[in-house]
């Protein structure tokens, strides 16, 4: 059964960094673009950053730039997002979710190209 698991969320105070974790199962990770969404109720859904895991390239949102980070772990076989200089703007839940390779066309934050998803995992940012 294809699975992807989110971990990491959690509450933590402005200025501060929360790491989040997305891993398979019932598939590698190794051969698709793996990308990190966001969404607050009422709202759309956000390309947060995505990783194509077949050329290691890497793409952020201007909003997250600087501060927010998407790799891999070649290890653990997971997605990570390093997340720093946390806002209260950055509180919504996050979702990692799976694509082709971004050779096959499409912008990497056009979340209706993205085939898996994750269940999502709570992000707080507040004092």
């Known amino acids: 059964q294809v699975q992807l698991v989110e971990s990491g969320g959690g509450l933590v105070q402005p200025g501060g960094s929360l790491r989040l974790s997305c891993a398979a199962s019932?598939?590698?990770?190794?051969?698709?673009?793996t990308g990190w969404f966001r969404q607050v109720p009422g709202k759309k859904r956000e390309g947060v950053g995505c990783?194509?895991?077949?050329?290691?390239?890497?793409y952020h949102s201007d909003s997250v730039k600087g501060r927010f980070t998407i790799s891999r772990d070649k290890a653990k076989g997971t997605v990570d997002l390093q997340m720093s200089s946390l806002k209260p703007e950055d509180t919504a839940v996050y979702y990692c979710?799976?694509?082709?390779?971004?050779?096959?066309?499409?912008?990497?934050?056009?979340?209706?190209?993205?085939?898996?998803w994750g269940q999502g995992t709570q992000v707080t940012v507040s004092l």
């Open positions: 979710a799976t694509r082709v390779p971004l050779s096959f066309g499409g912008r990497w934050d056009d979340d209706s190209i993205y085939e898996y």
């Open positions: 990783i194509d895991m077949t050329d290691d390239s890497t």
């Open positions: 019932g598939f590698s990770l190794d051969r698709f673009a």
